[in-house]
């Protein structure tokens, strides 16, 4: 049986910005040049349909805004990973990410945990964005 | 009266559905999605006492597993229809078929149709819908996030947060629903006694939900048949009119918050509901029994608070209560529905909502019901979420 790997992120047109930072261990927000609302993909701004737009860089500080954990896999390439955690983390700045949280037991999760950004090199091109309890 | 959403055309009592065809549910490796598919065409046309040839529109939905292979369970059972539409796999979309359907019939493209849902989950899964996914990138999947079941997780951790939830009101959902299902012999789960402590026990799946708090895998195939009113009485059986629909979508909330279209701290259904009530001319008062969308225990308990049925935060204890029993004050998800009675997107709801407004519920018939409030929802990750719901009457 081939090993099965995990899936990478999907990088298009619109969100390479984003991965590309990531790959320097940044963290990266589309900002509105307008109203100052922040997304993570380029698009014109939802809040008030400016399309004058930057990529700005963001404090990589956040707080845990929700989280489960899979203690059964779905994919075939988690199954050594079991119990893993998937956690959504509102940054300062507002944006809703979708994370891992490493360096923690999943027991000590919560909903309002202060964390900071870190970044995993996952293959040759792509590194993730994840997180770890701040300080 | 207020009308915040929806037009001044109204549909009510002008379409009913005659005619309700069932397969067996569960395990039926020995069957093909189209194979189940016309069993249960062939069923709902002797149901209604209609001939083949009486139908002239087709909207089908596929299930998990998938494989129904377009008009051939039509080619199966001999239905000339011109009218052949596929609509998404969401659990959203049986009450959109009821709207297209009579939107259909409404400009004259039809004027009997029939709805179907063909599952292959338990025999055909891999590879199909949720079967893991895609071969090619995910960025959830990058994360290890897979299944609607995570969507349903953090929504329960949110409720945890901040209202307090407790498993044992989940749980009271799960063990409300096994026992409505333990009373209906065609079940799933008809043999299967569950009880608190097998709930608290249960292993979990993703936590906080347990296997109890995720809907049945299995095979099944249901077909119904909606008609004009002035036709739907040349039939066998009494008609079950619908009074009105209604849609939502959590993209409306889109730009309010980052986190708005997730909708983990509730589903966005007010549109739905007041397009729906609108429509029907009632308010929930009205309703005598409700077939909620059950996906997960989550998913039924966020509802009860997006229609209005409990404030924010109260549906815990409200179901805790007992309210949602056949003795209870809100009567709900009688026949066990996807947690207990089998899983056919929402079709399982619309399907026991159009049996309880025939009386057709068997020792679980909410007595003298006359108008039933079924609801759907459908949509995963960061794509939001669509709340839809349809009102029937005997």
Known sequence: MPEVKKQLPVITESNKAFWEAARRHELVAYRCLNCGALYLQQIDCVACGSPRMEWVKVSGRGEVFTFCIYHQPFHPAWKDDIPYNVAYVKLEEGPLLMTNIVGCDNKDIYIGMPVEVIFEDVAAEVTLPKFKPAG | ?394
């Open chain 2, 1 to 394: 009266m207020t009308v915040l959403f929806g037009g001044t055309v109204s549909i009510r009592d002008k379409y009913a559905f005659v005619g309700v065809g069932l397969t067996k549910l569960g395990k039926i490796p020995e069957m093909t999605p189209d194979e189940l598919a016309a069993q249960a065409i062939s069923l709902a046309l002797a149901d209604a006492g209609m001939r083949p040839d009486e139908v002239d529109g087709y909207i089908y939905q596929q299930g998990i597993g998938g494989g129904l292979g377009d008009t051939v369970p039509l080619q199966m059972t001999g239905i000339p229809a011109s009218m052949v539409w596929q609509v998404a796999s969401l659990g959203s979309y049986a009450n959109v078929m009821v709207a297209m359907a009579i939107g259909a019939m409404e400009s004259g493209l039809c004027h009997t149709c029939v709805l179907v849902h063909a599952a292959s989950a338990a025999s055909r899964r891999g590879g199909g819908m949720m079967g893991g996914g895609p071969p090619m990138g995910s960025t959830p999947g990058a994360y290890g996030w897979y299944g609607p079941g995570a969507t349903a997780a953090c929504m329960a951790q949110r409720y945890m947060h901040l209202y307090g939830l407790k498993r044992e009101q989940l749980g009271a959902i799960a063990l409300t629903l096994r026992e409505y299902a333990n009373k209906r012999p065609d079940a799933v789960m008809h043999d299967r006694v569950i009880t608190m402590d097998d709930y608290l026990n249960a292993r979990m799946v993703v936590e906080p939900l347990c296997l109890y708090d995720f809907c049945l895998v299995n095979d099944g195939a249901v077909a119904l048949i909606i008609t004009l009113a002035e036709r739907a009485r040349n039939f066998k059986k009494r008609p079950v009119y619908v009074m009105g629909y209604g849609i939502d979508h959590s993209l409306r909330e889109m730009g309010k918050s980052p986190e708005s279209i997730h909708h983990f701290d509730g589903f966005v259904a007010q549109k739905a509901g007041e397009e729906a009530f609108g429509m029907a001319g009632i308010t929930i008062k009205d309703i005598d029994v409700a077939e909620i969308y059950d996906a997960f225990t989550i998913f039924l308990l966020s509802q009860l608070e997006s229609y209005g049925i409990c404030k924010r935060g109260e549906a815990g204890p409200f179901v805790a209560a007992g309210s949602l029993k056949l003795n209870g004050s809100f009567p709900s998800n009688t026949s066990g529905t996807g947690l207990s009675w089998g899983y056919l997107m929402g079709f399982t709801q619309l399907t026991e909502g159009i049996r309880q407004m025939r009386g057709e519920g068997g020792v679980c018939q909410v007595k003298n019901a006359e108008i039933c409030l079924v609801t759907g929802l459908g949509g995963m990750v960061d794509n939001g979420s669509a709340a839809t719901c349809c009102i029937l009457r005997r």
